[in-house]
């Protein structure tokens, strides 16, 4: 059985998660429109990705006897500045996921709940990839600059990334319990 107080953090766990496939789909979206299709493929399959990690904690509360509840998500934002500002608050978001992460791993060894502990691996790992990448992206887009050629090429770089990371290259293995 899962303690209530490790139920509640884990449900925490779940709104972010959800949120942030809610967010990355309204960034994909406004990718799409503005003409960036490489960057919409990208950020649509993070969102997949996201909400996949959302599932996965869903699964493991109430397999462990607990109960998973659906959060009414927080609207995201619709418009942004640019695509750097967009990648900027993906990478400060995943920042916030990872640390949110490291939080329950910390509230699992104060609860003595190892099993708990030892699923959330995945995500410690999980967290490191999505922190790295982001910065990744964010280090293109410097070199980039304003280069309109050089937008044009990293936006069809992304869709490629997002084809390879759907296409269970190092980051498979989603979803399966």
Same mark, same amino acid.
């Given at each position: 059985m899962i303690s209530s107080k490790i139920e509640e953090a884990l449900n925490r766990q779940i /709104?972010?998660? #959800?949120y942030s496939s809610m967010y990355y789909l309204a960034?994909? %979206?406004?990718a799409e429109v503005k003409g960036y299709k490489g960057v919409a493929q990208f950020l649509y399959h993070h969102s997949d990705e996201e909400r996949m990690h959302m599932l996965k904690l869903f699964r493991y509360i109430n397999d462990?006897? #607990?109960?998973?509840? +659906?959060?009414?998500f927080a609207a995201p934002q619709? /418009?942004?500045? /640019?695509?750097?500002?967009?990648?900027?608050?993906?990478? %400060?978001?995943? +920042?916030? +996921? %990872?640390?949110?992460?490291?939080?329950?791993?910390? !509230?699992?060894?104060q609860e003595k709940d190892y099993t708990t502990h030892n699923f959330l691996q995945w995500y410690?790992?999980? =967290?490191?990839?999505?922190?790295?990448?982001?910065?990744d992206i964010i280090d293109k !887009?410097? !070199?980039?600059?304003? /280069?309109k050629g050089g937008m044009y090429l990293f936006d069809r770089d992304l869709a490629t990334l997002a084809v =390879?990371?759907?296409?269970?290259?190092?980051?498979?293995?989603h979803g399966h319990h």
């Open positions: /709104d972010l998660e #959800g960034m994909g %979206s406004w462990r006897g #607990g109960r998973a509840i +659906v959060p009414p619709k /418009d942004f500045k /640019d695509i750097r500002e967009i990648f900027d608050i993906v990478h %400060s978001h995943e +920042v916030k +996921v %990872s640390n949110e992460i490291n939080a329950l791993v910390e !509230l699992c060894i410690v790992t999980e =967290q490191i990839e999505e922190e790295s990448l982001a910065r !887009l410097n !070199l980039i600059g304003e /280069d =390879q990371e759907g296409g269970g290259g190092k980051k498979g293995g």
